[in-house]
């Protein structure tokens, strides 16, 4: 199968993304010019999976009111020698000092927002552990005659970082591309709804899952960005972001029917995405997005997200947690020892069977698929209910100028047959502010 591609004049392509990592890349870029005089030779991305991840680290970019939060620099041997090496500035700065500041200055200038700033924020030389999420991190490599700087970064979608300003967004682009009653139907399958559909989920950027099959009856989900509309042999086709060459997946066959979904409120909007091919996105010098190709989907299907409807909390009800993993590691430091919690918060919703807990920093330990303990502090038990669970979701927002919030989003690991005690503990909390809302809400609509 030919692919012969052209734009499609109304394809909206994603901005923030593609500009956010051409900001990187330049800034590397000119980074390693004006440090050390070292020119690119080749620049390459890659979406990294969600783990641990030993880091030949240099130092950590912090960044303020931008489309990016932190980025980790690092290099290999050979351009870490030449940057430790070189003769100190007046005797105040290394390579590696020039070199983060060279990049930070860079990255302000190249970078979106609403006047950045930055700093330096740690210079560490030497293997690190990182842990990321796989959602959304990116690596990125610049080589050089004299070695290879590395970039890690988070990049977050358009509708995060409007959310974390506080702006209706969201709000404005669901009213003016979707269905007034869209979460009050079962499935979407007209053609102009659709490409409004479309054209809502490239403008906020919202990230996609999609399952492919692991060959033994399995499969595995990625998620991916729809970067545009494009035109394959005169058919509108979707370039979505996503790669399989580090899953253990095999490649699909053209024509196979792949599930996708998008989680919006508590609606799971879902779809099938026929394959028809790989391709590619330019983003700066020889860097490239791995894509692949999609026909258009024929209809949306909505069902309910979760398991069990969310109540707001409105009383606050402190929480606290724990890292399980680190306190069932008998070889960890910590084992058998009381320590301080890793987080400390408070509710914002709960259900049966989850809550979004708010905080003021979170441990970067607790990343995605965490297992955890968490200890809340429900009104008639002061001294905490333990839930263990998992770290499904976590996010930061800006809430002031140096100063970021973590909303974390648990699944609780628990049920009547292992732990009832908690389990009766959590369903007559929800169910007691529900019924508080419920007879507010009467209150309310019993007023002439």
């Not at 912090?62 to 940057?83: A, E, F, P, V």
Request: net charge neutral.
């Amino acid at each position: 199968m030919s692919l012969k591609l052209r734009k499609d004049k109304q394809g909206n392509k994603v901005k923030m993304l593609l500009e956010s990592m051409k900001a990187l890349i330049l800034a590397g870029n000119q980074a390693l010019q004006g440090a050390c005089g070292l020119s690119v030779n080749k620049e390459s991305i890659k979406l990294v999976g969600r783990g641990s991840l030993t880091f030949p680290m240099l130092g950590t970019v912090k960044i303020t009111r931008g489309t990016l939060q932190k980025i980790h620099l690092g290099c290999n041997s050979d351009l870490c020698s030449l940057l430790t090496n070189m003769e100190k500035s007046g005797g105040q700065e290394d390579g590696v000092d020039i070199l983060l500041e060279q990049f930070k200055r860079r990255l302000l200038e190249e970078m979106g927002g609403r006047n950045p700033k930055g700093k330096v924020v740690s210079k560490e030389i030497g293997s690190n552990t990182l842990f990321t999420s796989g959602i959304r991190t990116f690596g990125f490599q610049l080589e050089t005659d004299l070695g290879t700087l590395f970039l890690l970064a988070e990049i977050p979608s358009r509708v995060e970082l409007e959310q974390a300003r506080g702006s209706d967004f969201l709000e404005s682009l669901i009213s003016s591309n979707l269905p007034r009653d869209w979460m009050h139907r079962d499935r979407i399958d007209s053609s102009s709804l659709m490409e409004n559909f479309l054209l809502f989920l490239r403008k906020i950027e919202g990230d996609v899952e999609m399952e492919f099959s692991h060959g033994d009856g399995e499969s595995i989900t990625c998620s991916g960005v729809l970067l545009e509309t494009i035109r394959l042999d005169g058919q509108r086709t979707l370039k979505i972001s996503v790669d399989l060459s580090n899953s253990g997946a095999p490649d699909p066959q053209v024509g196979d029917p792949i599930i996708a979904r998008f989680g919006l409120r508590d609606r799971s909007i879902q779809f099938v995405l026929p394959y028809l091919g790989k391709s590619s996105y330019p983003v700066a010098g020889d860097a490239v997005l791995n894509c692949m190709l999609f026909a258009i989907p024929e209809e949306l299907t909505l069902v309910q997200r979760r398991r069990a409807f969310r109540i707001n909390v409105n009383s606050r009800v402190k929480v606290e947690i724990d890292d399980l993993e680190q306190m069932d590691d008998p070889f960890s430091p910590n084992f058998g020892q009381e320590v301080a919690p890793l987080l400390k918060g408070h509710l914002v919703d709960i259900s049966f069977s989850g809550a979004r807990v708010t905080s003021e920093g979170i441990s970067p330990k607790l990343t995605e698929g965490s297992r955890i303990l968490c200890r809340i502090f429900f009104p008639d038990r002061p001294h905490g209910l333990e839930v263990r669970g998992i770290i499904r979701r976590s996010t930061s927002t800006l809430v002031g100028k140096d100063q970021t919030r973590e909303d974390v989003g648990i699944e609780f690991l628990i049920t009547p047959e292992t732990d009832r005690v908690a389990t009766d503990a959590i369903r007559q909390f929800v169910l007691f502010e529900q019924r508080t809302w419920l007879a507010k809400r009467v209150h309310v609509a019993g007023i002439k």
